[in-house]
């Protein structure tokens, strides 16, 4: 199982979107679509799918949170072609980042927003083969800007299987940011890659909870011990979501969690949901007395 899992939020688009994106990748498909009732945010949609393998997770949970390059997913292309395909299909209705061409890091690259917001940075990689197809990349601005490498060392502590990948920094004048130091930091986490960077330039934008990170935990302990290290933020706390330290958004949830929301009964998916709605962290116990109705 894949343990560390992305999370979009939507405002109605979920399912619209990952049916989109299905269509853009090879080995995707849709996993699972229910709806769980009575939510702060009225009745949510949730969408599990894969794309190229890989694993995400989408909620239509309403307008609350946007995104922004704070976290895009790169996409390692075997090819000047495919990158062409994914940029004419992501770009319809959204924005151009970073201009289609040829830059120092690739022979052929584009950053582009699609038309639900989220952001694509789209790469022909070369010696494709044991490289992950989608890789989310965290953009390190504002107050946490200089702080990418300090980022990944403090995940790669947390997770087991974990390493550090290629770290490249700014050369003189390559930053207008006086506190950026990294341009590019690969790192894996549990064998899921990821990528960090400081910001070279001031944005307005940060990390929010429309992009989170879902880990899937075993049992109570690993579910303490996730929490115990990421969260940061008491206020942020809600439904098994936290904040770390960076501002970036986790979920910490139980890998049981799943089968209940998508194979329960609609008596135990109301009462899972009415049980870990009260919750900050998820106390598996409680959880279980509530699908056994106790």
């Known amino acids: ?26 080995q995707s498909r849709l996993l699972n679509v229910t709806v769980i009732g009575d939510t702060p945010s009225g009745d949510s949609e949730i969408v599990d799918f894969e794309l190229a393998g890989q694993r995400f997770s989408a909620i239509s949970a309403g307008p609350y949170f946007r995104f922004n390059p704070s976290i ?43 038309k639900y917001g989220l952001s694509w940075q789209l790469m022909f990689t070369e010696n494709i083969q044991n490289v992950q197809k989608i890789t989310p990349n ?15 060392k403090y995940y ?12 490249s920094r700014y050369g003189e004048g390559e930053a207008e940011n006086s506190k950026a130091e990294v341009n590019y930091a690969g790192f894996k986490l549990d064998g899921f890659s990821l990528s960090a960077m400081d910001n070279a330039y001031d944005t307005d934008f940060g990390f929010n909870e429309a992009f989170s990170l879902m880990v899937y935990c075993k049992d109570q302990k690993e579910i303490d011990y996730f929490w115990d290290r990421l969260s940061a933020v008491p206020e942020a706390e809600q439904c098994g979501w936290l904040k770390d330290r960076f501002g970036v958004s986790w979920q910490i949830v139980p890998e ?3 089968n209940i929301l998508f194979n329960g009964s609609e008596a135990e998916i109301r009462r899972v949901t ?8 998820f106390d598996l116990e409680a959880l279980e007395k509530a699908r056994k109705g106790d």
């Not at 009415?274 to 962290?281: G, Q, Y």
């Open 256 to 258: 049981y969690m799943d």
């Open 274 to 281: 009415e049980a870990f709605l009260k919750m900050k962290k």
């Open 1 to 26: 199982m894949q343990k560390i899992v992305p999370h979009l939020w939507y405002d109605k688009e979920a399912k619209e979107a990952a049916l989109f994106y299905i269509s853009l990748f090879e």
């Open 138 to 152: 965290m953009l390190f601005s504002n107050e946490v800007c200089g702080k990418a490498e300090e980022a990944v």
């Open 156 to 167: 790669t502590g947390i997770f087991e299987d974990s390493e550090t990948g290629t770290v």
């Open 72 to 114: 895009s997913l790169m996409v390692a292309c075997e090819s000047v072609e495919e990158v062409n395909i994914k940029w004419k299909a992501l770009s319809e209705g959204g924005s151009e980042l970073m201009p289609l061409g040829e830059y120092p890091f690739s022979r052929w690259y584009g950053w582009v927003q699609d």
